[in-house]
């Protein structure tokens, strides 16, 4: 009687037994709080706190990634006012050698021109004094063909020493359209012009005449043209094949291929000899037409590397100084946006030209240019600096918009630590309790079975 008695629970110990184990799960949800830090850990605890919570982050979330455009867009116009800046000092450094060479070239007020122009009676006496001689009026420039094949460098050789009237000539620099068409004209089979890239690789330019050493070109094919230059290249050239390709041939459908250089010393190719109408065009004073000639070529230096500033003032394939635009979104759909509009940075988009020094006209005219030039990019670099300054200020808004909708989530689902410990060693001493009276109830009922 008494095992059977002590082996079968009362219906007190039940009921003690199942608070036990009400306050035992109360624990365990009390310490997942604090193990989480969440009030709220599923919609099946608060529906209407969990799911407001998640919809502040989920905005949260999307304005985070905005964030990362909106970084790429600081640095964006950053680098454009960089870029913008140092044109500007380019700029100024343009003007100095114009008034440098106005103040020596045209000191005398009475001089207004170190050339003499070439007119139909002189351009008339050159053809016939040299039958095989041709001009273009589009071009204003003389030119030649000559048909006895020659390797790449001795064609340059004798195209330096070829002269009409004293004027060496120099290998055809093509540099428009209209040129090139006139070139292809004139040949009978692939021709070597003047450019080459022996110097640098994948630096092409033009050897000689009046643009020796402009840089037309960057790189093999699909590579970069300067801008403002000119290029006729074939599909897939220029190529460097068998690494020594170091000059350039004109194909008789008028495209060019690079050919020639070590690889291809006994290449023999005609050529087409070029003199350039300005050359002829010198006045009694040669010592000053030299000095303008000179400080064309400085000048000429520095609108190129405006042009490479702007080729090189990208940032993660955007350029704002090569008129691209800009777009930086704010918020989430998009809706909140703004558009910095890029400008064309280089000499001739800022309209700056190729103007002749040899007359007080060209040289008054391109310190006009400068001048303008100057205000466009101070007026630009303003913009930037405005646009950039609501960027930033956007940032931090959004920044500061992210923080508050985590807290808001936060202030939905997370404990209050001080409470949720509480509670738990509230219930932790109710559990002691539980098992007191547990087994207080144990022995009393043993000991009235004994007695029984």
Known sequence: MVIATASILSTAQKSQLTAIQSTARLIDNVQLRLASGLAVNSAFEDPQNFFSSQALKFRS??????????????????????????ILELLDLAQSTLEEAFVELYSDSDIETLKTELDGGD????????????YSAQTESFYQLETTDANATTARANALARTINGVGGHLVNITSAQENAYVQGLITQESW???????????WIWSDGPEAGLNFYNGAAGGSVVAGEYENWSNNEPNDFNVGEDYAVIRTNGQWNDFGGPAFATANREYVIEWDKSLFETGGNEELAQKAREYSIQYQNTLEQIDRIVIDANYRGINLLANEDLETLFNEDGSSRLKTEGTDFTHLGLGVNDEDFLTRTGLNRALTEIKDAKETVRGYIGTLSN??????????????????????????????????????????VRQEIQFNTLAFGAQTEASIANFI
């Open 123 to 134: 351009i008339a006496r050159i053809l016939n004094d040299n039958p095989n001689v041709v």
């Open 387 to 428: 646009d950039l300054n609501i960027i930033k200020a956007r940032e931090t808004f959004v920044n500061s918009t992210i923080q508050a909708l985590l807290s808001g989530s936060d202030d939905l689902t997370l404990i209050d630590q001080n409470e949720v410990g509480a509670q738990l060693l509230a219930l932790q």
């Open 193 to 203: 012009i003047g450019a080459s890239d022996s110097e640098i690789e994948g630096r």
């Open 61 to 86: 979330s999307d304005l985070s990634r905005r964030l990362d455009g909106i970084g790429t867009s600081i640095r964006t116009v950053q680098e454009a006012d960089n870029g913008a800046k140092a």
